[in-house]
C-alpha cells in the first residue's frame, strides 16, 4: 500500500513539474519583445563519436525569431555533400521545416520551425549516406545566451488600419459635400443679388420716366 502510495506521489509530483515548466515556457515568449534573436546550443548523443559529429557539423549558433506573434527558430547545418533529409524532431515528433537557405558550394542548409518554448525539447534526424542509415542526437538551446540582435515593431493591427482609413474617407466625403453645399449657396446668393440688381435698376428706370413725363 505504501508502494503505491509513493509511485502516486511521485506521478502527481512528475505532472505537476511538467505543467509548471509549460506554463513557465509560455511566459519566457510572451515577456521577450518582437525581434530577431542568437542564442547558443548544446548537442547530445549517447555515443562520443556521434557527440563529435553533431558538434561539427551543426552551427552552434541559432536564430529565435518572432513575427507576428508567434516564434520560431532557424538552425544551419553543414556537410550536405554526404548527409541529406534533415528533419526536426519537437517533444519526440517531426514537425514541419521550411528550407530558408542551401548553399551547395560551401555544402550547407538552414531550416526554420516555429516553437513554443525557449528552450523546446528538440532533436533531429539526418541520414548518413557513408551509414546508410538516419543519425539522431538532441539540440539544446542555451536559454542564458540568448541576445536580441533586432528589435521589431509590430505592424498596425489591419482592423485598426482599415476602421481608420473608413474614417478618413468619410472625414473626407463629409469635407467634400461641406464645400459643394458651400459653393452652391455662394452661387444662390450671387445669382439674388445680380436679380435684385437688375429689378433695382428697372425700378429707377421707370420712376425717371414717370418723372419726366409728369415734368411736361
Known amino acids: 500500500m505504501k508502494k ?5 506521489l511521485i506521478t502527481m509530483f512528475s505532472l505537476i513539474m511538467s505543467v509548471q515548466t509549460i506554463v513557465a515556457s509560455a511566459a519566457q ?8 534573436y542568437e542564442i547558443k546550443n548544446d548537442v ?4 562520443e563519436i556521434g557527440m563529435n559529429m553533431a558538434r561539427t557539423y551543426l552551427d552552434e549558433n541559432m536564430i529565435l525569431e518572432k513575427s507576428e506573434g508567434k516564434w520560431y527558430y532557424t538552425i544551419k547545418f553543414s556537410g550536405t555533400d554526404y548527409m541529406n533529409n534533415h528533419r526536426i524532431c519537437l517533444n ?10 542551401e548553399d551547395e558550394s560551401k555544402h550547407t542548409i538552414e531550416l526554420k520551425f516555429e516553437t513554443d518554448s525557449v528552450t523546446p525539447n528538440l532533436s533531429t534526424k539526418i541520414y548518413v549516406d557513408a551509414m546508410e542509415r538516419d543519425v539522431e542526437f538532441d539540440v539544446i538551446p542555451k536559454e542564458d545566451t ?12 489591419k482592423v485598426e488600419a482599415e476602421s481608420t482609413s473608413q ?3 468619410k472625414t473626407s466625403e463629409e469635407t467634400k459635400n461641406k464645400e459643394v453645399k458651400e459653393n452652391s449657396t455662394k452661387e444662390k446668393t450671387s445669382n439674388k443679388t445680380i436679380f435684385i440688381g437688375i429689378g433695382a435698376v428697372i425700378v429707377i428706370a421707370i ?8 415734368k411736361k
Request: glycine share 4%; charged share 35%.
Open 4 to 8: 503505491i502510495k509513493s509511485l502516486f
Open 29 to 36: 515568449l510572451s515577456e521577450l519583445e518582437s525581434g530577431i
Open 207 to 214: 420712376i425717371a420716366l414717370v418723372l419726366k413725363k409728369s
Open 167 to 169: 474614417e478618413d474617407e
Open 44 to 47: 547530445y548523443h549517447e555515443q
Open 146 to 157: 540568448l541576445n536580441l540582435v533586432e528589435a521589431i515593431e509590430e505592424p498596425v493591427e
Open 92 to 101: 519526440g515528433k517531426e514537425v514541419d521545416a521550411e528550407v530558408v537557405s
